[in-house]
């Protein structure tokens, strides 16, 4: 991108009160810009300088807490992650994320992405109690183990996969990229064996049946996390186990600590302890 | 609810099945003039001249595929748009309407195309 | 389904149609679902008009001078059109929808590589195939007749 040579720029911002507006509306404000300000500093500006009202949500200012997802310039971005130099244009338009609704301002009412999230039980699911309750050590997972689902655990749960779903536009009833994308990390992961459990709301309307691969999820997500991916493979895993073509595998164990290892000569003890 | 997960496996299956039947359904009515095969056309000219269109109807091997093609299709198709109408979130009573519209629709479709199939065989 | 309090802000069907700045898959998306509607809408009335054969000859004849006129001969090439593009990206959507050819779970390293990325080369392989059909079948319907 190349450096823009103006000194302001206009930040269109979508406004909406709900004490005093029945709808919201469009404001112009104009902000000074420095090189390699970013979206949010522009916000901070406009509160400073012009409207002490404005309301949103930011919180790490380094795109890894996901609080600042909003629709920038048309498409869904962190606010944090954005540099206005790269919109390439001298009017910043920002709006809510859509397809939630609105609090207030730029703040969208993002409960029902984590009820569906919380519906498809993202967390590991065991059977042997005891372990899970009193753990008494790692549990056994490979390198190549690990990567089938790493790429999906650096969901930052941002909204903007939500926010640019054709399919979560239109129909409330679909989970979305994000539940599923990380219903997918869990169930790819080879410590958990909840697969039956998530199975019971996956094969309804809310699992990745509605999903047709427009691939703007992916696009647009700020992490890489790539949860279009996710979602085909959860089909094909779906569509195997309904063909019973699926192999289960058992969580994996926990790991066992070697009894028949002696120390090495010569390593000198640990210093007391002062604590 | 099995549902969603039965009902998508299926609408994949159909629409493999009917690239292959409908490939060479095409091939047959519109790219007859540009892949010249044997026997597509036995009695020359346009696909639908009735002498064609006899020949294959007492054809059991066009019987049959038309019948596949058929059920393949509706089936592919109308579950395509229960999907459509489904993702803009109708009421709960419309849902079991389309549903059940649809169905009956697709059925009496079938009937229809099969039966003209099987009493075309003996023109 | 958990009840919301705010300000209504669902695209609906605008998030079909224009949501943001898209990508190519969403066009292709928004297409196929275009030509699965038309396709389907000529398929019922086509099994309405073909059935006729069973009648014999004479009602055969009285159904295709009905469709025999310009209008529908362009419809049926649209319909041609609509099939080679349908069935075309139908293939990639099968293969893509069961998950080969959107790549395997990689660490996300930027500028990330996503699955759009792995199967773009299927996406171009898919519209060159279905431009090669369109060719065929407009020679077929217009030139060699």
């Known amino acids: 991108m190349t450096k823009p040579n103006f000194t302001e720029v206009n930040y269109r911002i979508r406004r909406f009160d709900p004490e005093r507006d029945k709808a919201p509306h469009w404001e112009t404000y104009r902000v000074p810009f420095a090189a390699g300000m970013t979206v949010l500093e522009g916000l901070w500006k406009v509160k400073e300088l012009h409207s002490p009202t404005l309301a949103w949500r930011s919180s790490c200012r380094m795109g890894v807490c996901g609080s600042c997802g909003m629709l920038i310039n048309g498409k869904p971005r962190l606010a944090c992650n954005t540099q206005i130099a790269e919109l390439e244009s001298d009017t910043v338009v920002v709006a809510p994320l859509p397809n939630f609704d609105i609090v207030r301002d730029l703040v969208p009412e993002l409960k029902p992405m984590f009820a569906n999230h919380q519906e498809l039980k993202p967390y590991v699911i065991r059977d042997d109690v005891q372990e899970r309750e009193h753990p008494t050590n790692e549990f056994y997972q490979s390198a190549h183990e690990l990567e089938q689902y790493l790429q999906f655990t650096y969901c930052i749960k941002c909204g903007c996969c939500m926010a640019a779903c054709p399919t979560f536009a239109t129909d409330p009833l679909y989970s979305g990229p994000m539940p599923l994308g990380q219903a997918q990390r869990y169930n790819s992961d080879t410590r958990d064996g909840g697969f039956k459990e998530r199975k019971l709301v996956l094969v309804s309307e809310a699992g990745p049946w509605r999903c047709h691969y427009a691939g703007e999820c992916s696009r647009v997500c700020p992490k890489g996390v790539d949860p279009a991916k996710a979602i085909q493979l959860m089909k094909r895993e779906l569509v195997f186990d309904y063909l019973r073509l699926r192999k289960t595998k058992c969580p994996a164990k926990v790991a066992e600590k070697p009894t028949e290892v002696k120390r090495r000569e010569g390593i000198p003890d640990a210093p007391p302890r002062t604590v | 609810m099995m549902r969603d997960q039965k009902l998508w496996t299926w609408h994949l299956a159909a629409g493999i099945v009917i690239l292959v039947f409908l490939g060479m359904h095409m091939t047959i009515m519109h790219l007859n003039a540009v892949i010249a095969l044997k026997g597509l056309n036995p009695a020359g000219g346009h696909p639908i001249d009735w002498a064609n269109v006899v020949s294959r109807a007492r054809s059991g091997f066009f019987m049959v595929t038309y019948v596949i093609l058929l059920g393949a299709a509706l089936f592919h198709g109308l579950y395509g748009l229960r999907n459509i109408l489904f993702e803009l979130d109708p009421a709960r009573w419309l849902k079991r309407t389309i549903s059940a519209v649809l169905l009956v629709g697709g059925l009496a479709l079938f009937v229809v195309g099969t039966w003209a199939a099987v009493v075309a065989r003996s023109l | ?145």
Do not use: C
């Not at chain 3, 038309?38 to 069973?54: C, D, E, K, P, Q």
């Not at chain 3, 209008?71 to 041609?80: D, I, R, S, T």
């Not at chain 3, 060159?128 to 369109?134: I, K, R």
């Open chain 3, 1 to 145: 389904m958990l009840e919301s309090k705010g300000h209504p802000n669902r695209l609906g069907i605008w998030g079909w149609l224009g949501g943001g700045r898209w990508g190519a898959e969403r066009y292709l998306y928004t297409l196929h679902r275009l030509t699965g509607l038309g396709l389907l809408a000529y398929f019922l009335m086509h099994i309405l008009v073909t059935s006729t054969r069973a009648f014999g000859p004479e009602r055969w004849k009285q159904a295709m001078d009905a469709v025999g006129g310009l209008p529908f001969k362009v419809g049926e090439y649209l319909v041609f059109l609509a099939f080679a593009f349908h069935a075309i990206n139908g293939i990639r959507l099968a293969i893509i929808e069961l998950g080969f050819g959107v790549g395997k779970p990689i660490e996300p390293v930027y500028p990330y590589r996503t699955s759009l990325d792995v199967q773009r080369p299927i996406a171009i392989g898919v519209l060159v195939l279905a431009a090669v059909l369109v060719v065929m079948g407009t020679l077929n319907f217009w030139v060699l007749e």
